[in-house]
């Protein structure tokens, strides 16, 4: 008898747990993304150390297509660094005027960069995405997670081309692709 | 080289090497530290500026949390051989990234759990940091490990050199220094060794050869002026030297000429009148008519005036040549005093004078001193007042004077003649003084008495003094010292014996000649007859050897006197053989004599009593006119038992007999 309750009791306990596990996972997912995010929130902010604008132009405003998780941290940390002097705003995709403001576009679909790559008259502009294939696919950095780490892989043709002068320390840290698709480590 | 200049060249040359040791250290140890110090900065420098580089380089690699890029910026490091380990650390103090290179060289891209530990442990490890930046933000610091081994082991080959260096300029500057020595010391130690050269050799004619024209030569210069002058004193000096002993030699051949004439010329008159007064001697024992006595009794004061004066001269010499001695025997003071009294009554009373002799009670009886002495500074003085008072009195006056513990016996001698004027007074003793220069002519005499007084007197250990008043008379007296003989300082008078009149000849033989009347019956000489009756007879056997004719005729008479029958031989030869041939009791030897003199003859015969065993008793006396100090002890050391001086007196004589004859064999008869 005894024996009999202890083993009901431990079946209500792994009852128990694996009632409650989905809960934590989904929460630890939330939080392992803003963390993600958070980290490559930080690396755009200092990108800007190690990439030159032409013309002297300098990194002022973000724009972003849409609000994502990645946005609402990358509005975070720049109000944590007022020195940077650098903006974020989200904007339509379809809002050329208030496209043409900016000269950084954080763009969470590989379509829209599809789609902005056609307007050539923006000027030069520094586009970010951390979709997969997003460098490989006219992106310029494109912030890639990697095991447990986020790294960057620049597409040094789309960059050089568009003006932009990359640090080799940067280009160093980075995985460099073309555009013909062929990676260069 | 001598000591004092080893020295000096070793103080310059310690002194040269030691500065210069000393200074050089201290240089090349500053040189040192500055450059360990710089080279250290250097380093250190380098390493700051390689360490903000490479922290440049890997700022993308932190910013972008890419450890592994960081690492690999860091190993950039390895081209670098001063860095042995370089770490990036995050603003936290975390370890970010980190890489070491092995002590061969090997580049280990691992992440150790504490290198930077290890490399504490070593001193010539540094760690430079330098912080990264990044847009004005810290993102950590760089810290690079450097190894600062080759500027140490640069430095201990700097220090290597140095020493090398140091070795090498301190003995350069003793060389040096010692190269000056041989300039500078060099010939002030010729110099030293000249001067104790000189003093060592006293060879002032050396000089030193230099050919210095700096302050040792002027030294070297000076010296051998002095040395010139040195010199030329020295030769002047031996110059004066030489003179000054020619000049002793011959003033000391002077001198032993004087003392050999005197000597001589005391024999010689001597002897002579050892045959006046002899005579005299014999005459008064013979009938004589009253005018032969006055004949006889004037040949006799003559004759011992003329010993007397003799005398005085002889003991000038002696004095002047510090031979003179005093005795220093018992005596009995008032038979002195008596013997003097006795010397000048007769006189005194033919003068018309009167004189007195006043002896303190208080006076012991018998002194320890030369009697002979003192009587002869009192006959002087006394003589002196006889001589110059023509009227009035002569008192001689004894008496103790000074405390108990400094008693002295004061002699005084007053007259009342003509008084020395006050001119005169200061130079009363001088030799040769007289009182005035008609006075030898008027009073007589030779003027050495007062001078031979005071030397007499201060010889004995006393003073003489004197007061004096012209035309009223004068005081002299002399002090001497109490000395009681402590054998018999309470020795009674005999009568008839000390209070007696002396048996002086002099005393005697004046008072004979001067007076017939005031004297003792026993003193007069008017019956010689019974003076031979009263002279005491030998029967014994006595050999003299005298080669004068004179004296051996005077002797035999003087020893008929004793009944004596003496053979008499001429020489010393003669006298040996004869004292070989028969028997003798008593022999008198002349000293000079031809052919053997007495000391050799003496000699012989005493040879002959000890090894012939002839004349075993006998008695030898020698007879000479010599009467120079230490003659007696002379003889006595030669042999001889005793000894009389010619003239020879028969009072003398008598008592000679006394003494050698009594202890012999011989009989001793009376009339």
């Known amino acids: 008898m005894k024996s009999r309750g202890v083993f009901a009791v431990a079946w209500l306990s792994l009852a128990a747990t694996l009632w409650v596990t989905p809960v934590d996972v989904y929460s630890l997912d939330v939080e392992q993304e803003r963390e ?51 903006t974020l705003s989200v904007v339509s995709g379809e809002d050329r005027s208030a496209l043409a403001t900016c000269n950084i576009w954080l763009l969470e679909d590989v379509d829209d960069l599809i789609r902005l790559q056609t307007n050539r008259s923006l000027g030069p502009v520094l586009t970010i995405g951390d979709q997969q294939g997003f460098a490989e696919r006219g992106g310029m950095i494109e912030l890639a997670r990697r095991s447990s780490r986020v790294t960057l892989i620049i597409n040094r043709d789309h960059a050089e081309a568009a003006g932009f002068s990359i640090s080799s320390k940067l280009l160093r840290l980075a995985r460099i692709v073309r555009t013909s698709g062929a990676r260069n480590e | 080289m001598n000591r004092a200049v080893r020295g000096i060249r070793q103080q310059i040359s310690a002194i040269a090497a030691g500065v210069t040791a000393v200074v050089i250290a201290l240089v090349l140890f500053a040189q040192l530290a500055v450059s360990l110090q710089s080279n250290l900065h250097k380093v250190t420098d380098q390493s700051a500026v390689l360490a903000r580089l490479v922290g440049d380089n890997a700022a993308a690699a932190i910013v972008f949390q890419d450890p592994a890029a960081a690492t690999e910026t860091l190993a950039t490091l390895a081209r670098s051989p001063l860095v042995l380990l370089g770490a990036i650390e995050q603003p936290d103090g975390s370890l970010f990234a980190e890489f070491r290179v092995d002590e061969d060289g090997d580049i280990r891209l691992l992440h150790r759990s504490d290198p930077q530990a290890e490399l504490r442990q070593h001193f010539h490890v540094q760690a430079v940091t330098e912080p990264i930046w990044l847009d004005g933000i810290e ?17 201990a080959t700097s220090l290597f050199l140095s020493l090398l260096i140091w070795l090498l300029g301190t003995a350069a500057a003793y060389f040096l220094a010692e190269r000056l020595n041989s300039r500078v010391v060099g010939p002030l130690g010729g110099l030293s060794n000249l001067m104790m050269q000189v003093s060592a050799t006293e ?136 013997s003097v009294r006795e010397f000048f009554d007769a006189p005194a009373l033919a003068k018309g004078l009167s004189f007195n002799l006043d002896i303190d009670n208080k006076l012991p009886r018998m002194l320890t001193g030369d009697s002979g002495r003192v009587r002869q500074v009192l006959l002087n003085l006394v003589g002196n007042s006889l001589k110059f008072t023509e009227q009035g009195k002569i008192a001689v006056t004894v008496s103790l004077v000074g405390g108990e ?69 004068s005081t002299f007296w002399f002090d001497l010292p109490l000395v009681t003989d ?16 002396s048996s002086n ?7 004979l000649g001067d007076s017939n009347e005031g004297t003792d019956e026993s003193e007069q000489g008017g019956s010689n007859a019974a003076n031979q009756d009263q002279s005491p007879r030998w029967d014994a056997r006595v050999l003299v050897a005298e080669d004068s004719d004179v004296n051996q005729f005077i002797i035999k008479e003087l020893l008929a006197v004793f009944g004596l029958s003496p053979v008499v031989v001429g ?20 000293i000079q004599m031809p052919i053997m003199d007495g000391v050799e003859a003496t000699r012989k015969l005493r040879a002959a009593q000890k090894s012939d065993g002839v004349n075993p008793e006998c008695i030898i006396v020698g007879l000479s006119a010599h009467a120079m100090a230490g003659d007696r002890e002379r003889y006595v050391e030669q042999g001889m038992d005793d000894y009389l001086t010619k003239p020879i007196d028969i009072d003398e004589l008598e008592a000679l007999l006394k003494r050698t004859l009594r202890s012999s064999s011989a009989l001793m008869l009376w009339r």
């Open chain 2, 203 to 338: 060879d002032y004619s050396q000089r030193f050869d230099h050919k210095e024209d700096n302050e040792v030569g002027v030294l070297a210069d000076s010296f051998n002026q002095m040395l010139a002058q040195i010199d030329d004193r020295e030769k002047r000096l031996q110059e004066a030297i030489s003179d000054l002993e020619v000049a002793r030699d011959q003033a000391e051949d002077a001198a032993r000429s004087k003392s050999s004439f005197l000597a001589n010329m005391s024999h010689e008159i001597r002897t002579p009148m050892n045959g006046v007064i002899g005579m005299t001697s014999l005459l008064k024992r013979t009938e004589l008519t009253s005018q032969q006595q006055l004949y006889f009794d004037t040949i006799e004061k003559s004759g011992r005036s003329l010993l007397m004066l003799i005398d005085d001269i002889l003991d000038f010499t002696k004095i002047e040549a510090g031979r003179l001695e005093v005795k220093n025997a018992p005596y009995t003071l008032r038979e002195t005093l008596f």
């Open chain 2, 505 to 511: 000849p002099f005393a005697r033989a004046i008072a």
């Open chain 2, 405 to 473: 513990l400094q008693q002295r016996i004061r002699f005084s001698v007053t007259d009342t003649g003509i008084g020395i004027d006050e001119d005169n007074q200061k130079i009363v003793f001088s030799e040769f003084f007289q009182a005035d220069s008609t006075s030898t002519r008027q009073f007589g005499g030779t003027g050495l008495g007062l001078a031979i007084c005071k030397q007499l007197v201060t010889l004995m250990g006393g003073k003489i003094a004197f007061q004096s008043t012209a035309n009223v008379g």
């Open chain 2, 571 to 590: 020489n010393g030869k003669e006298a040996v053989a004869s004292f070989g041939q028969e028997a003798f009791d008593l022999v008198l030897m002349d």
């Open chain 2, 486 to 501: 402590v054998l018999n300082p309470f020795l009674s008078l005999i009568p008839g014996t000390a209070e007696l009149p």
């Open chain 1, 36 to 86: 993600d995010s958070r980290v490559k929130a930080l690396f755009i902010t200092h990108l800007f150390s190690f990439i030159s604008w032409p013309d002297g132009h300098q990194a002022e405003r973000i724009c972003a297509t849409q609000t994502s998780t990645l946005s609402e941290v990358l509005e975070e940390v720049l109000a944590t660094k007022p020195g940077l002097k650098v």
């Open chain 2, 139 to 155: 993102l950590g610091s760089i810290t690079l490990w450097i190894n600062t081994w080759d500027v140490f082991a640069q430095i």
